[in-house]
């Protein structure tokens, strides 16, 4: 491997304000990994990318290792032509809005044969993480989008139980349990349906939820056994809160195994490389590609393992056959 392949990363605003000593973000782990082997590294956020006529930039710091963690240097800021990147990590997390719509509309004017986009935020734009999970229909629990009020109330009234979410949203954010029971649900689908003007997505609820959902996590076409249950936080039906009580370690079926495999040759060859399902009962609930968390310290906590170096080795596999520098048909 070459010395200073350079990489740029772009995140979220909360992350670059708590950028070092935060382990429970994915991007740590893996701009320490690069750091380590000798990448360079610089950082962005969505707004510091813009364009100069058909050339894209971004506003971005050098990142760099210190005492075993990581910085960057605040005080020198620098303007890139991301064409100039050999790699490129786009990790904001959603909402995906107007302005992180614009973000990856940055990236139409960038190269992907000449920067390795991960995932390509073109394609992101087109793969939306809870409607586009019925490209895969025998694995998605039954659903509806719509913003029609009876349309949602008819489908809960057949299923008994349901969820219900926006389209556009990360962390569970806007995600509620409706049965026939609910005496506000009226107000629940005017509130999240912006009074029938905004489509949601309404699933059948999945029994096995109540004993949390598996994120099961996909780079390029590999597959890892790695993964975690994400279990429900106190007084709450789903994951809400990060905090190590609230996961325990999993292990893949042959059956999610086969889906989740599946799934990633169809996600690969649209360039959408990192990938997190989340699963219940076999079904997946989310196929998350914008910034899917990959609960490195969790899994190195439950495993003892050191579960970064083995998603580094994929990471870079991906990488250089990306480049063209070795010759692998696929990931396994």
């Given at each position: 491997m070459p010395l200073k392949q350079s990489i740029l990363f772009v995140i979220d605003d909360l992350e670059l304000k708590y950028f070092e000593f935060n382990d429970l973000v994915t991007n740590f782990w893996i701009i320490k990994e690069f750091l380590q082997r000798k990448y360079e590294v610089f950082i962005g956020i969505k707004s510091g990318l813009y364009t100069e006529g058909k050339t894209a930039f971004s506003i971005c710091?050098?990142?760099y290792l210190k005492d075993n963690n990581i910085f960057y240097r605040?005080?020198?800021?620098?303007k890139y032509i991301?064409?100039?990147?050999d790699i490129v990590f786009f990790r904001p997390d959603p909402p995906v809005d107007i302005d992180y719509i614009n973000a990856c509309n940055v990236f139409d004017f960038v190269d992907s044969e000449r920067t390795v986009l991960i995932n390509n935020p073109v394609a992101i734009k087109n793969f939306n993480e809870k409607f586009h999970l019925n490209y895969?229909?025998?694995y998605a629990p039954r659903n509806i989008v719509t913003a029609n009020a009876d349309d949602?109330?008819?489908?809960?009234?057949?299923?008994?139980?349901a969820i219900i979410k926006p389209l556009n949203q990360c962390f569970g954010g806007g995600v509620y349990y409706l049965d026939t029971e609910e005496k506000n649900v009226n107000a629940i689908i005017k509130n999240l349906t912006n009074n029938g003007r905004t489509m949601v997505m309404v699933q059948e609820y999945l029994s096995g939820a109540k004993y949390g959902d598996k994120r099961i996590l996909i780079a390029g076409e590999h597959v890892f056994d790695e993964c975690i249950i994400k279990l429900p936080g106190k007084d709450d039906f789903k994951f809400s809160m990060h905090s190590d009580k609230y996961f325990k370690t999993a292990k893949l079926t042959p059956e999610e195994k086969e889906m989740?495999?599946?799934?990633?040759?169809?996600?690969n060859a649209v360039e959408l490389y990192m990938a997190g399902l989340d699963v219940a009962d076999g079904k997946i609930m989310e196929i998350n590609v914008t910034s899917p968390c990959y609960f490195i310290r969790e899994i190195n906590a439950h495993n003892n393992e050191c579960f970064q170096d083995i998603l580094m080795e994929k990471l870079i596999n991906l990488i250089e056959m990306k480049q063209g520098k070795i010759n692998i048909?696929?990931?396994c």
């Open positions: 710091y050098e990142a605040k005080e020198t800021p620098k991301i064409e100039h990147f895969f229909e025998e949602i109330k008819d489908f809960v009234r057949e299923h008994k139980k989740a495999q599946h799934i990633a040759k169809h996600l048909p696929q990931l």
